[in-house]
DNA sequence: CGCGACATGTAAGCCGTTACATGATTGC
DNA sequence: GCAATCATGTAACGGCTTACATGTCGCG
């Protein structure tokens, strides 16, 4: 999936500009974009060259011109043939895994350590999430119905960080349980320092 | 973060082929790379270059050569650096979010039917998963630490899956109830606007 | 007078993907 | 003989990112 479609999804709720929808993209964890310019406007003229939008130029007495963007029949037809083909399944990368995997270079503390601050960094961005959501302005939605999905999507990012904190200290306390069920197994001696070779 | 440590943290556990790594990629759902030649193979050379790895060619009596790469000093000391860098947090990429954006040019039951193939397919990703884990070979694990922590990490996308799975069921049972509780308002047809409500 | 928000665009480059290409060995 | 697996590589391409570039407006 491009961001394309998910432009055309964008603009089914009303006109945007690309400014409206970079800052869409910059301002949902959910939609998987960083909300960068280059992507945006490129596409929006390719999508206008497919006649799958319509281009209203606005230019206010004083101040910078702004293209609002609507979708034609065929764009909305386009965005239904999406909507209706094989959804795409999710995707989830964590490269702590990768970490993990090479850590066997590390001390017990070390990699408690390294666990912690990985918590600690989720648990700081499920705060600005739920500050961002705050004081997030929503786009106007028509129905209640989208008022719904738009609310359980944008939900959806914390419980996933959260439920990742979770599988964190699950895999912790069971590290420290197999700590001092093998106590004076000569791992690895650390006293301080000294591992380096 | 790219796929070099991945390969280096891979190696921490013992020498491998590029052919080892590039299936060790693609048969873990937790290393999020497609296990493609290209950049393993790419990546081999590069590391070798820079002197963190040693290459040992095998060139048995009859069979293909392969180059067994193994950690020097230099690439375990990259590999500890990088380990006790600041983790990165995990990304949970959903596509099916942006088509929801998109859906209120669906019928309820197109969006229900929506719903219905993405659960089933993560249901099929799941049941996947789990025949590769009984029948995958693992990679030889040194410590009893270490095999906890493999463990613990090929359970998770699993973990993940089913987790969007509830989301989803949660979803639809939110949309259903909205349906009973609003029974006969006249539905937006494609050209709708304000349902207002 | 400078800074942040509004608004639109371009350039360069990384990272990853699929597909292509080659060749040996094992087993049906 | 043909397919699958082992094994190593290259070509073409697409999507996404950071950074660059330009200009207006309102505010302190």
């Given at each position: 999936m491009s961001i394309e479609f998910a432009i055309l999804a964008l603009l089914s709720s009303g006109p945007h500009s690309g400014y409206d929808l970079k800052k869409l993209f910059s301002e949902?964890?959910?939609?998987?974009?960083?909300?960068?310019n280059n992507q945006i406007y490129r596409s929006l003229v390719a999508l206008h060259r497919s006649g799958l939008t319509d281009q209203d130029i606005q230019q206010p007495a004083e101040g910078p011109a702004r293209k609002l963007y609507t979708l034609t029949p065929a764009g909305r037809e386009a965005l239904r043939e999406w909507l209706t083909s094989e959804p795409d399944l999710p995707a989830f990368r964590a490269p702590i895994f990768a970490r993990l995997i090479g850590?066997?270079?590390?001390?017990d503390e070390e990699l408690d350590q390294l666990l912690s601050r990985y918590d600690e960094e989720l648990r700081l961005k499920v705060i600005g999430l739920e500050e961002l959501a705050r004081r997030g302005r929503r786009i106007e939605l028509g129905s209640e119905r989208q008022r719904l999905i738009w609310q359980r999507i944008n939900d959806r990012p914390a419980a996933v960080y959260r439920s990742e904190q979770e599988w964190v200290a699950e895999l912790r306390w069971a590290l420290a349980r197999l700590q001092t069920s093998a106590p004076?197994?000569?791992r690895r001696q650390e006293s301080g320092e000294g591992v380096g070779r």
């Amino acid at each position: 999936m491009s961001i394309e479609f998910a432009i055309l999804a964008l603009l089914s709720s009303g006109p945007h500009s690309g400014y409206d929808l970079k800052k869409l993209f910059s301002e949902s964890e959910a939609l998987p974009w960083s909300g960068n310019n280059n992507q945006i406007y490129r596409s929006l003229v390719a999508l206008h060259r497919s006649g799958l939008t319509d281009q209203d130029i606005q230019q206010p007495a004083e101040g910078p011109a702004r293209k609002l963007y609507t979708l034609t029949p065929a764009g909305r037809e386009a965005l239904r043939e999406w909507l209706t083909s094989e959804p795409d399944l999710p995707a989830f990368r964590a490269p702590i895994f990768a970490r993990l995997i090479g850590s066997d270079l590390l001390t017990d503390e070390e990699l408690d350590q390294l666990l912690s601050r990985y918590d600690e960094e989720l648990r700081l961005k499920v705060i600005g999430l739920e500050e961002l959501a705050r004081r997030g302005r929503r786009i106007e939605l028509g129905s209640e119905r989208q008022r719904l999905i738009w609310q359980r999507i944008n939900d959806r990012p914390a419980a996933v960080y959260r439920s990742e904190q979770e599988w964190v200290a699950e895999l912790r306390w069971a590290l420290a349980r197999l700590q001092t069920s093998a106590p004076s197994l000569p791992r690895r001696q650390e006293s301080g320092e000294g591992v380096g070779r």
